[in-house]
């Protein structure tokens, strides 16, 4: 069993700054990959960045320089710092991480999170 809870959305003005964290919980797995989606109102989900667990970033074109992907040693909390934020950051925010499971199969698979909403907005 594994649980994603996003966690940090809200109201900002143009400009400003919000932290998003992802904490994941449940045993008999390790994460592979996680990452943050977002959709805007209307338009598909796509990827905002991604860490892998050896630390490897990417990020989208429309958020690098402003955006910053981090994780603790133990990768269970995975942070997106946002700054300098548009209106057209607007969206919903989902958590998703990539699992291997322990034993005995050792199979993958893909979680997401409940999603939090970020609106920029004067």
């Known amino acids: 069993q594994v649980q994603l809870v996003e966690s940090g959305g809200g109201l900002v003005q143009p400009g400003e700054a919000l932290r998003l964290s992802c904490a994941a919980s449940g045993s008999g797995f390790s994460i592979v990959v996680m990452g943050w989606y977002r959709q805007p109102p209307g338009k598909e989900r796509e990827l905002v960045a991604m860490v892998t667990s050896s630390g490897s970033t990417n990020f989208a074109d429309s958020v690098k320089g402003r955006f910053l992907i981090s994780k603790d040693s133990a990768m269970s909390t995975v942070y997106l710092q946002m700054n300098s934020l548009k209106p057209e950051d607007t969206a919903v925010y989902y958590c998703?991480?990539?699992?291997?499971?322990?034993?005995?199969?050792?199979?993958?698979?893909?979680?997401w999170g409940q999603g939090t909403q970020v609106t920029v907005s004067s």
């Open positions: 998703s991480a990539v699992i291997r499971l322990d034993s005995p199969a050792r199979s993958f698979d893909t979680y």
